[in-house]
């Protein structure tokens, strides 16, 4: 790249992060008092062509947004209060070629799944060293998001093989201290469950979110079923009532329920009771400014997403992307 150009693709990405592309959301659905219409604006610019961001998280501790790219399996670091992301992790990190969910800990850690390399890798959020690696115990899957209880352990879904895992902080401890790749533990066969793969060929369970009161609310992507887990006795039943189809990333605090529905640009909000004993939709926003959202992150009083673009050159079609941005949304 000239440096002529390059000065022109800062320029223009700059002018993105300011809210040069602000707009308003094209739907709006509430169930209860009107809303207010709610924008979609440019938070953030994220730097390279091939990125397709999938995956966004944010450090409790420094603020720092981390954004995974599916397209080249890089991490990057957008600093807390900033426009701009940089590179933390480099594509072809520990092998890595496509990055799916990746999730910022309590306790300084970054872990990035690798989506069909079947791994989940553990990195110091600062340094970037890595802290330990673990595995699926299948010759293939993918292995796509993550959420963390209140005790720190972490809980992962596949979305080719029926099964969520888990890492305890023990299980860290011991992988961190073997310094060698880890077996995941299959903490829950989903075989039998009403949340049993019937379509191997596309994608399964994807987002997953730890709801206050001692369960887990994970999405079937393909089929649109949202699935309650109970983290004490692995009890596994069908949310009633509720259907997202293209479920993506997932996102939870203070009783709502967020979800990135992928295909059709659109977020829904949900109401969920302590443990997730009952779901209700809430309010629906579609907008094609969301640029395909993969994931969603409640930062403060709004939204982050990522556009993914997966429909202009990604997994979702032909074409060409324009610069990766992160949305934000104020009002929903």
């Not at 659109?266 to 907008?287: I, K, P």
Request: with cysteine.
């Amino acid at each position: 790249m000239s440096p002529s150009t390059s000065k022109r693709l800062r320029t223009r990405l700059n002018r993105l992060a300011v809210g040069g592309a602000a707009a308003l959301c094209a739907t709006v659905l509430a169930a209860g008092p009107a809303l207010a219409a709610p924008t979609v604006r440019t938070a953030a610019a994220l730097p390279g062509f091939g990125l397709y961001p999938e995956s966004l998280t944010q450090d409790p501790t420094t603020g720092d947004l981390f954004v995974s790219a599916y397209g080249d399996g890089s991490v990057l670091r957008v600093p807390a209060g900033g426009t701009q992301a940089s590179v933390f992790l480099p594509s072809g990190t520990d092998g890595r070629t496509h990055a799916a969910g990746v999730k910022a800990d309590r306790s300084g850690r970054l872990w990035v799944s690798g989506g069909t390399d079947r791994s989940v890798t553990v990195y110091d959020d600062t340094t970037g060293i890595r802290v330990a690696r673990f595995h699926i115990p299948f010759a293939s899957g993918g292995v796509n998001d993550l959420t963390f209880g209140p005790d720190g352990t972490a809980y992962l879904t596949d979305s080719f093989n029926p099964a969520v895992y888990r890492v305890t902080p023990q299980q860290l401890a011991a992988a961190r201290a073997q310094g060698a790749d880890t077996p995941l533990d299959a903490w829950r066969d989903l075989t039998g469950t009403p949340a049993d793969y019937t379509q191997h060929s596309g994608i399964n369970l994807n987002g997953i979110a730890y709801v206050d009161g001692g369960a887990l609310l994970t999405a079937n992507t393909t089929t649109g079923a949202l699935y309650r887990i109970a983290t004490d006795t692995g009890e596994v039943t069908a949310v009633p009532g509720i259907s997202l189809p293209g479920a993506d990333g997932l996102a939870y605090r203070d009783g709502k329920l967020w979800a990135a529905l992928n295909r059709t640009n659109t977020l829904v909000r949900l109401t969920v009771t302590a443990a997730a004993r009952s779901v209700g939709q809430d309010a629906v926003l579609s907008s094609t400014a969301l640029q395909i959202p993969t994931s969603v992150l409640r930062s403060g009083d709004h939204l982050l997403v990522t556009r993914s673009q997966y429909d202009k050159g990604g997994p979702f079609g032909a074409g060409t992307p324009v610069p990766f941005t992160l949305a934000e949304v104020d009002g929903f």
